[in-house]
């Protein structure tokens, strides 16, 4: 039986090593074997298991869920891979619908086509909204969760747009220190500057930013936007934001 590397497993898979071994920690995917010198290898069976975990992060689910639905004694690859399929075509004509609105409101703005207002918002799917901000209130204190949405909304263009821009230059610098160790005196000043731009929405606590970090790196919403600026960046965020609580604490 062919037998991979991490390195080969990650670059198949498209994720980080880091991301491999946070895996392997956490018991969600553990390597085949591990050979003497700690290198890792993995089997056809653990590739089939990394699709499946794959499958369900863009179904977001969490990585505690997936872990759980994957270790059931009665848990069946090919049945859970028709349910993906389902659930995956359906946000697929989700998405169809909002890329039609897309191409209308085109249309609709250079003169071509004329849209009711009501039709500018086909494809919106407003009980997912809803969800979201139900998640929200569930995850952190709902008082929390509304005063920092009326401290944004009493803010002007301008200052939203100077807040947006500092935040953004936050996660570009955290982006060119992938090399540098979490611990770094660059990084943890990178940190720092994150925590005071997190000021501008609340005051939050230590034991908020350490689940902050946590989200970055296993909310598949949050990892799914950070892995988009660099497929490192959750995993390292969350690694530098723990260093930070951990020496302010």
């Given at each position: 039986?062919?037998?991979?590397?991490?390195?080969?497993?990650?670059?198949?898979?498209?994720?980080?090593?880091?991301?491999?071994?946070?895996?392997?920690?956490?018991?969600?995917?553990?390597?085949?074997?591990?050979?003497?010198?700690?290198?890792?290898?993995?089997?056809?069976?653990?590739?089939?298991?990394?699709?499946?975990?794959?499958?369900?992060?863009?179904?977001?689910?969490?990585?505690?869920?997936?872990?759980?639905?994957?270790?059931?004694?009665?848990?069946?690859?090919?049945?859970?891979?028709?349910?993906?399929?389902?659930?995956?075509?359906?946000?697929?004509?989700?998405?169809?619908?909002?890329?039609?609105?897309?191409?209308?409101?085109?249309?609709?703005?250079?003169?071509?086509?004329?849209?009711?207002?009501?039709?500018?918002?086909?494809?919106?799917?407003?009980?997912?909204?809803?969800?979201?901000?139900?998640?929200?209130?569930?995850?952190?204190?709902?008082?929390?969760?509304?005063?920092?949405?009326?401290?944004w909304n009493g803010l002007t263009r301008e200052q939203k747009a100077e807040i947006m821009q500092?935040?953004?230059?936050?996660?570009?610098?955290?982006?060119?220190?992938?090399?540098?160790?979490?611990?770094?005196?660059?990084?943890?000043?990178?940190?720092?500057?994150?925590?005071?731009?997190?000021?501008?929405?609340?005051?939050?606590?230590?034991?908020?930013?350490?689940?902050?970090?946590?989200?970055?790196?296993?909310?598949?919403?949050?990892?799914?936007?950070?892995?988009?600026?660099?497929?490192?960046?959750?995993?390292?965020?969350?690694?530098?934001?723990?260093?930070?609580?951990?020496n302010n604490g």
């Amino acid at each position: 039986m062919r037998m991979y590397t991490i390195k080969q497993l990650a670059d198949m898979a498209n994720v980080s090593r880091r991301t491999l071994r946070y895996y392997d920690q956490i018991d969600l995917l553990k390597p085949t074997a591990v050979a003497d010198n700690g290198y890792r290898y993995y089997n056809q069976d653990t590739i089939l298991r990394l699709q499946q975990i794959r499958f369900y992060q863009e179904l977001d689910f969490s990585l505690d869920d997936i872990r759980k639905i994957l270790d059931r004694s009665d848990f069946n690859a090919l049945q859970s891979l028709h349910t993906q399929k389902e659930a995956l075509q359906q946000q697929a004509k989700r998405l169809d619908r909002l890329i039609d609105t897309i191409d209308k409101t085109i249309l609709h703005l250079e003169g071509k086509l004329e849209m009711d207002n009501k039709d500018l918002f086909a494809g919106f799917d407003e009980a997912k909204q809803k969800e979201y901000a139900a998640e929200a209130e569930r995850r952190w204190d709902a008082k929390k969760v509304r005063e920092s949405n009326e401290r944004w909304n009493g803010l002007t263009r301008e200052q939203k747009a100077e807040i947006m821009q500092e935040g953004s230059q936050v996660y570009s610098d955290m982006v060119a220190q992938l090399g540098s160790a979490p611990d770094s005196e660059v990084v943890q000043a990178i940190v720092a500057r994150w925590h005071q731009h997190i000021r501008h929405f609340y005051e939050p606590t230590l034991d908020t930013l350490r689940g902050l970090g946590q989200g970055y790196a296993h909310d598949p919403a949050f990892r799914a936007t950070f892995t988009a600026m660099h497929p490192d960046l959750p995993d390292f965020l969350h690694e530098a934001i723990t260093v930070y609580c951990d020496n302010n604490g």
